[in-house]
Nanobody, 116 residues
Framework: QVQLVESGGGLVEPGGSLRLSCAAS????????MSWYRQPSGKERELVAT????????NYADSVRGRFIISRDNFQKMLYLQMNSLKPDDSAVYYC?????????WGQGTQVTVSS
């Protein structure tokens, strides 16, 4: 079955960096666009970044553009999110997601906390 497993979250000081990973299995990873979402505590889940199946086209939320980089390794079936210049407002649970024709799948999430 489809499985997405995020890792790499943690506690970081403002201005620091983290790299999130999402290991995918159970589907043809190279055929689908992938996305990162985040959900701050007490708030709605929001789209952070999307990458097309080839890895060439990427889109970012205005709040992270220029600081975050989404990438993928289709051979390893891995999705990444490099997060730089982190701010306290970036604190959230981060999820990877894949959208199929008639369904979607989410990972369990990884907590990112930006605090001094």
């Amino acid at each position: 079955q489809v499985q997405l497993v995020e890792s790499g979250g943690g506690l970081v000081e403002p201005g620091g960096s983290l790299r999130l990973s999402c290991a995918a299995s159970g589907f043809i990873f190279s055929a689908f666009s992938m996305s990162w979402y985040r959900q701050p505590s007490g708030k709605e889940r929001e789209l952070v970044a999307t990458i097309d199946p080839t890895g060439r086209r990427k889109n970012y939320a205005d709040s992270v553009r220029g600081r975050f980089i989404i990438s993928r390794d289709n051979f390893q079936k891995m999705l990444y999110l490099q997060m730089n210049s982190l701010k306290p407002d970036d604190s959230a649970v981060y999820y990877c997601r894949v959208q199929f024709k008639q369904s979607q799948s989410w990972g369990q999430g990884t907590q990112v906390t930006v605090s001094s």
